[in-house]
């Protein structure tokens, strides 16, 4: 029954026997794995509670720096949930490493804040914490995305972060096309948010943007190739981070960075650079959540005739109101309905993959 199902779906099981040298690497692997879980760090061989951050989080370990500038590679305790670049540790330093471990991390301190996104197969993951300003990048290729900027904010303002709106490679439009882009980032200058147009490959505003990172740690966040590596390059010309080239077949950006990473920057302040995220769904948030995510609803919302107002074709809406007077620019009111109509969506799909 389990085979004619596989068969079915296109599963097809190999009868072919593995070699010889393959069984040996696979059970080598396996000792390695068994030895890599098997690290106990005994009190006896650890020293004092030290203090540091996380600059670096890998799958089974995370990269502490401590007051120093010394960067030492650490186990977790088992009864720690999640540790994130950005997270204020206590750690002990081992007394000789072991497999390249150098300590284990004991505690996190509480966040100030933390930025998260839902995922299929863990829930709610943490990126990063004790962050002072998102920097969302969005670029002219593959294309200006007005809708994943919302998306985006809707974060920002859950996680109450302030934000700032870059459109990089603005070096590639014409002045015609260039004009265009003021305009649509003037939707988002009108309620409030900073944007800034600039150029990697030019340099052209890599100073204004210097002046924002000095103040605190920020995170980039943004699809995959908007150039987020082309401007830590940059910024931090000695790091040389990857650079992902734009799929000639679907026009998306290629993965490029793999683990989020702390940056110190030279003009003061750090930067925190995370995996590119081509969609960031809003699923585990509640449509509440979502309204409340865009600022400039606040002042009609609870004005509607009806209390609940699904702000569509309800009479007396008072939000479709202030989009025909001009206080709500159309495109970010429809952005809010697509949205509301993809949560549900990938809600739907989410819950029928846990069904099968």
Known sequence: ????????????????????????????????????????WQDEMLGDIQLGIVVTRHAKHADVETEQGKIYRCNLRRTLKNVVVGDLVSWRQGNQQLQGISGVIEAVFPRKNELSRPDYYDGIKVMAANIDQIIIVSAVLPQISLNI????????????IPAL??????????????????KQLEIYRKIGYKTLCLSAETGENMDALDTYLSQGTSIFVGQSGVGKSSLINQLLPDIKAQIGEISLTSGLGQHTTTASRLYHLPQGGHLIDSPGIREFGLWHLTPEQITAGYREFQAVLGACKFRDCKHLDDPECALREAVD?????????????????????TKSQRHFRKEV
Do not use: W
Request: net charge positive.
């Open 1 to 40: 029954m389990l085979l004619a199902f596989l068969s079915k779906l296109g599963f097809t099981l190999s009868k072919r026997r593995l070699t010889q040298n393959q069984q040996r690497r696979i059970q080598s692997n396996q000792r390695k794995k068994i030895n890599q879980s098997s690290i106990e």
């Open 149 to 160: 900027i919302d998306r985006y904010l809707v974060i920002c303002e859950t996680a109450n």
């Open 165 to 182: 709106i870059i459109l990089n490679k603005i070096d590639l439009l014409s002045p015609a096309e260039r004009n265009d882009a003021e």
């Open 325 to 345: 007077t001009g206080k709500i620019d159309p495109i970010r009111f429809e952005n809010y309905h697509r949205l509301l109509e993809s949560r549900e969506e």
